[in-house]
């Protein structure tokens, strides 16, 4: 399908032009030209290659967003929310318009449902792994992918390192992902610190790096739920020194300092370090919604939009990554409507459109030319589709391929 | 459930107990009627007509009856194999509401328990009547210390009400003008707003709330009790007042392991302490009041967080379970969050960072302004308040109200800045 002024329009609204006002109009115009503009088919595979052992050479980055709704994302008055998602990224892009979470829509059974392409309904507090394959295991049982291959670093809390493996029999931990939550090890420090009576030292950039770097030397990093090489005493000296590379940049840089920054600069680092062919990164900076805040929910949304960004950036900037790479961004489900009785953009447990509507964009390799789907989806077709691209066997799956995307 | 709690039943609810009423009913069903009825002394008199209505209107149906009525909701427990689960008959717990929420069948069991409610509103339809109880009024307050823009506040309202001007210049001198509004003279026109709705027939101060983000509307309204008088005649929650009992809560909260036992436990602990003594006099004094606020707390929505999430959630769950008839709710400030820190907690950052908090002033008002809205739309929901309910609305620095109200509310139609004096005669008049 080719982009129209109209389709541009439903994507981001469903409501006519005429009723947006002139800011957002001109907006569209300018996101109009840069979609014509893009919209020749590209040499999208020029410069891949195997990497390590099997598979078809392209890599795959999943950007997992938390709850947001399309009111405060891709609607009328949720593009300023999104700057670099609508403007930088969405003209070069395959955006599916429909996307939708039909299965359970907590954290833990949301995300492990895109990542095994099958509803789940397992424990909502990571207690029990996902009972069918993950892409994961798929990916490194069926092509013999290392564990360094493939990696999940998250922000939410709501995950274990359970995220990583299922329960299936003859899969499980030994073909899963490393886990790494480095919103915990900031969560585990501040606790620390608190405890040891040092809460002085959380107002010194240098002190907090030390109290970050002395709960790595502490060993106890399985304590943060993650799951690393297999579960080694100690903790890999190289990954060791990637999340200290990490660290450092988070507390010198004078940036930001939330947890998804952390989580974006671990990412960062282990794309660097280990050139994962498969990583999947979690957002949830905007589940603050939680506690009522819309000002911070809004403030993580757009710290969201530029951590996606960055992270397309990175993936262009990164010889191991540039050209064979292919990015999707997608929530992990909405959140509820105002006046619902379940309290609003606070919370995601209605069976409502507001909750269960998202949206989904891919970039990179696999995209052959931006185009505007209509056609609604569902969050368990990810798995498959994204198993193909990594040329992973067929799965048994719920989803279905998305044929836009081409290996 | 003790029989000392079943004493106080009324007769005819603690007859259908007796005829086994509990044991006819759905295994889902019962967690929350049991803990209902074990909590009878701690609910506000909607509460009890709400579940005697429907535990009365099940005990008069006939066997063939109470399972046609239940027919769906037995089914899907069966489809969902709720008998196989560790799900507890006696009280609502996470555990359970995690089993329901995770199960395949969830959100067909949630419309089938609502059509079950339904029925018994529908039975109960003559007996109650939307504009009983007289006129409601819900008023909002957006402080001076907001900052607000003119063009954009009332956007989210989408129409359903309308701006009115205001002239403030009296409250300069007798403190901010929700302090006017609420405390004002009493020997003005029609008294002062809390006086009007306790003079009701069979008023509780359960009719009557204000919510406050700081403390200065509650102390306001302290200084009207008459001094000796016990209990307050209206309810009246500050955040700031609540610093110690909110404390307490989040150091227990956070004592949380990441696992349903533990997350049981730690709600079990909150729920059987005594928190007499970390509350204020006005809450202390009150057990149906404490009651609440350990119940708010437990059920998460920032109220241990943000003051004006505290506001809104107290509010909404006003509404829900008491129907007052004035609820008087002022917003505040939060703090930015801190570098570093705010990504590990929330609660009490200045015990974990000690850099100074600093106001996040724009956050807070845009917070403010979709807090109030949903403050607004929760009361919307029930029947009591879609008839003859005024919800005023004050951006207090733009001298503004946002006015939703039928249109024989006076100030409905009104195109002249209106004066404190004149606004507080309209609100009390009616609310008499």
């Known amino acids: 399908m080719k982009p129209t002024g109209d389709s541009v329009s439903r994507v981001i609204s469903g409501v006519p032009e005429a009723t947006i006002d002139k800011s957002k109009r001109e907006f569209l115009r300018a996101a109009m030209a840069l979609l014509a503009g893009l919209n020749l088919p590209r040499t999208s595979l020029a410069g891949g290659g195997l990497h390590g052992t099997g598979g078809s050479g392209q890599r795959v980055v999943i950007v997992v967003f938390g709850g947001v709704r399309r009111a405060e994302t891709f609607s009328p008055q949720g593009l300023v929310n999104i700057p670099h998602l609508s403007g930088d990224l969405l003209p070069q892009s395959l955006f599916y318009r429909d996307a939708r979470n039909e299965g359970v829509t907590a954290h833990f059974n949301a995300i492990s449902s895109m990542l095994t392409g099958n509803w789940q309904r397992v424990d909502d507090w990571g207690k029990l792994a996902p009972t069918t394959p993950t892409l994961f295991e798929q990916f490194r049982k069926g092509l013999g992918a290392a564990q360094s291959d493939t990696w999940v670093v998250a922000s939410n809390k709501a995950l274990t390192n359970l995220i990583g493996a299922s329960s299936a029999t003859d899969y499980g931990p030994m073909y899963g992902a490393n886990v790494v939550f480095p919103k915990q090890l900031m969560v585990a420090a501040v606790a620390n610190a608190l405890r040891a009576g040092r809460s002085r030292n959380m107002a010194d950039r240098e002190k907090i790096e030390a109290e970050l770097q002395s709960m790595l030397e502490a060993g106890n990093y399985e304590g943060l739920g993650w799951s690393v090489f297999d579960g080694a005493e100690r903790l890999d000296p190289r990954v060791r020194a990637t999340i200290e590379e990490a660290i450092t940049s988070f507390v010198r840089s004078g940036g930001p300092t939330s947890g998804d920054e952390l989580t974006f600069l671990v990412s960062r680092e282990v794309m660097r370090k280990f050139s994962p062919r498969l990583l999947v990164v979690i957002f949830s900076d905007v589940e603050v919604a939680h506690f009522g805040s819309y000002a911070m929910h809004v403030g993580g949304i757009r710290t969201g939009d530029r951590l996606s960004y960055q992270m397309w950036q990175e993936i262009q900037a990164n010889s191991e990554y540039k050209g064979k790479t292919t990015m999707v961004v997608m929530p992990e489900f909405g959140r509820d409507p105002d006046g619902s009785t379940t309290n609003g953009f606070f919370n995601h447990r209605g069976d409502t459109e507001s909750t269960r509507g998202t949206w989904m964009m891919a970039l990179g390799a696999a995209v052959e030319k931006p185009q505007i789907i209509e056609r609604p989806i569902r969050h368990v077709d990810l798995c498959a589709t994204l198993g193909d691209l990594l040329g992973c066997p067929p799965m048994d799956s719920q989803g279905v391929r998305l044929k836009e995307l081409r290996g | ?432």
Request: with cysteine.
């Open chain 2, 1 to 432: 459930m003790t029989t000392q709690v079943q004493e106080k039943l009324p007769e005819e609810l603690q007859d259908a107990l007796d005829k086994g009423l509990l044991k006819r009913l759905p295994i889902t069903f019962q967690p929350v009627t049991r803990q209902q009825l074990r909590e009878w002394d701690t609910l506000f008199p909607y509460e009890r007509q709400s579940i005697l209505r429907l535990l009365l209107y099940l005990a008069s149906l006939n066997e063939q009856q109470l399972a046609e009525l239940f027919r769906e909701v037995v089914q899907l427990e069966e489809k969902m194999g709720v008998r196989g689960w560790q799900f507890s008959t006696e009280e609502q717990t996470i555990l359970n509401a995690s089993l329901l929420a995770r199960s395949r069948y969830y959100q067909e069991w949630r419309k089938a328990v609502q059509k079950v409610f339904d029925a018994a509103d529908q039975q109960a339809g003559s007996e109650k009547s939307a504009d009983a109880g007289g006129n409601r009024l819900i008023l909002l307050i957006m402080p001076q210390v907001l900052p607000l823009e003119r063009a954009k506040v009332w956007e989210r309202w989408q129409g359903v009400g309308r701006p009115v001007r205001l002239d403030l210049a009296m409250s300069r001198e007798s403190g901010s003008p929700a302090e006017v509004l609420l405390g004002g003279s009493s020997t003005g026109e029609g008294g002062r707003l809390l006086e009007v709705v306790s003079r009701r027939p069979n008023a509780s101060s359960a009719d009557c709330w204000v919510l406050d983000a700081g403390s200065n509307l509650v102390d306001c309204a302290l200084r009207q009790e008459p001094s000796g008088a016990g209990a307050p005649s209206a309810t009246l929650l500050s955040h700031e007042r609540l610093a110690t009992l909110r404390q307490n809560f989040s150091r227990e909260v956070n004592s949380m392991r990441k696992d349903l036992a533990d997350a049981d436990a730690v709600f079990d602990r909150l729920r059987k302490a005594d928190v007499t003594a970390w509350c204020p006099p006005e809450v202390a004094q009150v057990p149906v009041i404490r009651e609440f606020l350990r119940s708010l707390y437990l059920s998460g929505n920032g109220a241990l967080i943000f003051s004006n999430s505290f506001v809104e959630w107290s509010a909404s769950e006003a509404f829900r379970r008491a129907r007052p008839a004035f609820v008087m709710a002022q917003f505040g400030v939060r703090s930015k969050p801190k570098p570093f820190t705010s990504v590990a907690v929330f609660d009490n950052p200045d015990e974990v960072n000690p850099l100074p908090a600093v106001d996040d002033l724009p956050g807070s008002a845009l917070d403010a302004q979709v807090l109030a809205l949903y403050v607004w739309l929760a009361a919307s929901r029930y029947d009591e308040y879609r008839r003859n309910t005024a919800c005023l609305c004050i951006a207090e620095s733009l001298s503004e109200a946002y006015i939703v109200a039928p249109p024989e509310f006076a100030l409905w139609r009104e195109a002249e800045p209106v004066t404190l004096d004149r606004l507080r005669a309209t609100l009390t008049h009616w609310l008499a």
